[in-house]
């Protein structure tokens, strides 16, 4: 019975009368990729950080919640707190006052204010590198360095462009 109904499926789908959901697209533009997915996962731009063997690998995505610009930075784990301590810089110049960003639930990336994130996104379009700095629960602090050469123009196609771009 559950091959017959697997069989089914197969032959529904490969004969067009149920439809799959659009595959998402990866496009890189300039330094950042932009993000195009159907349904809810909707658009995206994230610029992925220098590795280093301290911090390793993280993401900075600009994306689009209930309508509006939202700003997450992905790194290592940061604990279970509610929120965390972000600094960033752009370019060379001076790092911003530490501020608290809140924390997902996965304990893996932080989400900005929303009175941060145009001027961010100013910043970060006028620099071309941004450097983060974020504090986890043992007072570790990691660093990331995004190059985000492109950011203007793949902004410009999300559907909630943040208005500092």
Request: glycine share 4%.
């Given at each position: 019975m559950r091959r017959t109904l697997v069989a089914v499926l197969a032959l529904a789908v490969c004969s067009g009368l149920i439809g799959l959901?659009?595959?998402?697209?990866?496009?890189?533009?300039?330094?950042?990729y932009l993000?195009?997915?159907a349904g809810a996962g909707g658009t995206s731009v994230t610029a992925?950080?220098?590795?280093?063997?301290?911090s390793g690998g993280g993401g900075l995505t600009w994306s689009c919640l209930d309508g509006a610009p939202t700003l997450i930075l992905t790194t290592t784990w940061l604990g279970r707190a509610f929120r965390a301590r972000v600094r960033f810089a752009f370019g060379d110049g001076e790092p911003s006052e530490t501020q608290a960003w809140i924390l997902m639930t996965n304990?893996?990336?932080?989400?900005?204010?929303?009175d941060v994130?145009?001027?961010?996104?100013?910043g970060?379009?006028?620099a071309r590198?941004?450097?983060?700095?974020v504090t986890d629960y043992q007072f570790r602090r990691y660093s990331y360095v995004f190059r985000v050469a492109g950011l203007a123009e793949a902004l410009g196609r999300l559907p909630?462009?943040?208005s500092g771009s």
């Open positions: 959901p659009r595959a998402f697209a990866q496009v890189p533009i300039g330094d950042v993000f195009e997915r992925v950080a220098d590795e280093n063997f301290v304990g893996m990336a932080v989400r900005a204010p929303e994130v145009e001027p961010f996104t100013r970060a379009l006028e590198r941004v450097t983060v700095q909630c462009r943040p």
